[in-house]
């Protein structure tokens, strides 16, 4: 067999086999011993009648096409095994040759991992600097206020609803849920609705039901309906009024190991610290990465970017759908533009994200990052604890494996970086 390599555009490559005219007699004889239990040969139970037989009960373009896709798939796929190739995606195949007693010839055209020409990495990470945390009075009392709500006393009440009481509704609107009927609860006067809705179920009873129009907001994700007359139909279910408690030393011992309000607030404050502490730590790798990726070198792979741009579009999709509640094809006709075009605006984007996964694989090699067997079975370990029996029956553990090795890896590739940037 011969196979000959020509390097293409946008990071692909063709490959052309020529399998001689003996070697292709193999996977003929492949192809016959597939279809005999599919030919009826008088005299023979399926599947047992000779091969010579067989071989006369079936159309020659039948038989050398079968033939064919058997060589192409074992001879492509024993190719790459042995080869340096990193292919991308199933390849593209076309036939050049075949004839019964001449050599079978084809191409296979694959995207492969391109050849990245890193910039002086550690010079850049030295240039990236941190920034200072630090957490505000006022963000710790913001905190506190949430986890007073939680601990908050919930009582009917007959009387009309009024600001700070804890409604249940019942709304529809023809442009909301396909104009179904949804269920809501809320804190009145928070602004969990557009501007107007709230107000007008304040001095509503449980049970009273009632129609207004308030505007859609104008940075609705619906073009159609921005800075539009809404009408609704809304009927209140229950108002209970809420009792919040006073924040002492008597709160804070409710809460936990705290004997005081000011060990609290101590305990919230490190939280928020955490927080923000985590929050700078991927700031800062997210602009190393992207300082060295912009002065990277390498030929983007086309259909990779095509393949990041359909993940994109999955994920608005889901987003839509579980969100704003309406069909993506109802979303589309809002807002005018066809599925192709909301795709093509994920280019830049797209391109950014591969950019960065093959910036950090490279890293990844120059660094000599490894990631060994014992590191991944103990992540893969702590994972599989969150999930229930019946969601672990849904895992392919295989790529939960691969998964976890990617994140290993990546988290010790900026690890470094970091060091660097020290």
Known sequence: MEVKQKKLP??????????????????TAHAIEHMKGHIKVDGFRPGKAPASMVEEKIKPEALLMEAGDHAVQHVYTDYIKTSKLEPVGNPEVSIVKIAQGSPFVF?????????????????????????????TDEEVLESLNYLQKTRAKFTLKNEPADKKDFVEIKYTNKDINDGKEVDDKFILS?????????????????????????KFPETSPRKDLAGKDASFKVKVVSVQKMELPEINDEFAKQ????????????????GITHEKTEEEKQRKRGEILNKIAEKAKFEMPEAMVEYEKERLLEDLKNKIAQNIKISFEEYLASIKKTEQEIKETYQKEAEKRLRGFLVLRELGKKESVSVTD?????EVAKSVKNYTPEQLKQIDISELKEYTKGVIQNEKIFQILEKMAQ
């Open 107 to 135: 191409k296979a055209v694959i995207t492969v991992l391109p050849e990245v020409e890193l910039p002086e990495y550690k010079e850049i990470a030295k240039t990236v600097k941190g920034q200072e945390i630090t957490v």
């Open 374 to 378: 014992e590191e991944i079975t103990e």
């Open 190 to 214: 928070e602004g969990g609705f557009m501007n107007g809705f709230e107000q007008n179920i304040i001095g509503m009873k449980a049970g009273e039901e009632k129609e207004f129009t308030v």
């Open 255 to 270: 809460l936990g190991a705290f004997d005081t309000l000011v060990a609290l607030k101590a305990s919230m404050k490190e």
């Open 10 to 27: 946008k990071s692909q490559i063709e490959l052309e086999f020529e399998i001689t005219a003996e070697e292709f007699k193999e996977h």
